[in-house]
Structures are given as structure tokens and as C-alpha cells.
């Protein structure tokens, strides 16, 4: 069975520090994976995404993440936290084949602090 | 206007009202989603909407009610609803079957019973 696991539902940073926050997966087959933020009070904004090809991938407000098939790991960086960074993080698996096609990991809810 | 635009953003309903959220987006897609996003909860999805059909529905209550008159319009009719559907109502669209996946939120209606 397909499945998202994120590690930590909260994460607290200092402003400047490395973030780190950590997804793996459960695929049969090779999935398309997802980075999604909510803002408090606002819907789901795509981070980033992993179809095919380049493993490390580049995304919106300096984020970054790396595809790694055997640690099945995709687990999203940024080498200095702003303040406006503070919001949940979603992992998220999507596969075209199935009944559930998008599989939502629980959230990890990231602080950082002055 | 663009993206996916949900009406109201926030609601507050008896036990025995009858209301209903909408949803419209302007990105040209064929794919339109609900989903229920709890405190503490991983996201739920409830229903998808392929070309206007009904392609999944996630065990749901059939207090709540779906209607896709087009591809570009998503109602989610409510009565009787129960305390514990307070939650934050999110629609998605997606460009369908064969794309990437990619999911664009609405920024949510905020439900609350009474």
C-alpha cells in the first residue's frame, strides 16, 4: 500500500538556521512526489515537485529536495529559515494508477525562531 | 480573476441549516476536489470530479452533497450538519487525467457547527 510518513509534526528552527524537514514514502512504483505550505488561513501552495529526472529539485522561496529511491526519502531543505517561513509543510504522493490517486502525509508544522 | 476561488471563507451554521460552499477556478481544468482538513487530522479528501463525473467519494456522510454542474464550478451542499464537521473545507483542481498531479487549493471555507 501506498503511504506518506513526515517525521516531526512540529519543527522549530532559528531564524537563519538550516531547515530540515523529513518525508519518506511507500510506492510499488515509482510515485510523483509533492511539497506543499498552508499559510494560517490560506489553502495548499505547491513548494515543489518530483516527476521524473533530476533528483534534486528547486523550488519556490529557496526550497529544495532531493529524491533519493533507495532510502525512499523526499526530504525538503532550506539552508537559511526566515521568519516568513513559519507554516505546515505537506509531503504528498500521487499516482495515476488506483482508486487514490493523491496520498497527503499529516503535516509538520515548522516555527522559527529571532 | 484567477486560481481557485472558494465562497464563503467562513460560515457558521446550525444543527438544521441547510447552506452550501462554492468553489470556482479559472485554470482551464478537468479535476475538482473537496477535502476536509481537521485540527490534528491529516487531510480527508471526500470527492473528486473528473469532466464533471463523480469519480470518487470517500465514504462521506450523505449529509454532505456534491454537485459539478461544469468543469469549472464545485458546490458542497450541508444538512443536518453535526458539531464535528467544524473543520476548514478545502477545494483543488487539477489539470486531470495524464497530467503531473499538481493540485491547486482555494484558500478554504472555514466551517463551524453549532
Known amino acids: 500500500a501506498q503511504s506518506v510518513t513526515q517525521l516531526g509534526s512540529h519543527v522549530s528552527v532559528s531564524e537563519g538556521a538550516l531547515v530540515l524537514l523529513r518525508c519518506n514514502y511507500s510506492s510499488s512504483v515509482p510515485p510523483y512526489l509533492f511539497w506543499y505550505v498552508q499559510y494560517p488561513n490560506q489553502g495548499l501552495q505547491l513548494l515543489l515537485k518530483?516527476?521524473?529526472?533530476?533528483?534534486l529539485v528547486k523550488g519556490i522561496n529557496g526550497f529544495e529536495a532531493e529524491f533519493k529511491k533507495s532510502e525512499t526519502s523526499f526530504h525538503l531543505t532550506k539552508p537559511s529559515a526566515h521568519m516568513s517561513d513559519a507554516a505546515e509543510y505537506f509531503c504528498a504522493l500521487f499516482r495515476e494508477s488506483g482508486t487514490y490517486k493523491y496520498i497527503f502525509g499529516t503535516g509538520t508544522r515548522l516555527k522559527v525562531l529571532a | 480573476e484567477t486560481g481557485v476561488t472558494q465562497t464563503p471563507r467562513h460560515l457558521v451554521m446550525g444543527m438544521t441549516n441547510k447552506k452550501s460552499l462554492k468553489c470556482e477556478q479559472h485554470?482551464?481544468?478537468?479535476?475538482m476536489y473537496w477535502y476536509k482538513q481537521s485540527a490534528k487530522k491529516p487531510l480527508e479528501l471526500m470527492f473528486v470530479y473528473n469532466f464533471k463525473e463523480q469519480t470518487e467519494n470517500n465514504s462521506v456522510p450523505s449529509r454532505f452533497s456534491p454537485e459539478c454542474p461544469n468543469s469549472s464550478h464545485l458546490f458542497l451542499h450541508l444538512h443536518t450538519l453535526q458539531p464535528e464537521d467544524s473543520a476548514l473545507y478545502l477545494c483543488a483542481s487539477s489539470t486531470g487525467t495524464g497530467g503531473t498531479g499538481e493540485l491547486f487549493f482555494g484558500e478554504g471555507s472555514r466551517l463551524t457547527v453549532l
Open positions: 485554470l482551464g481544468h478537468n479535476a
Open positions: 518530483y516527476t521524473t529526472g533530476a533528483t
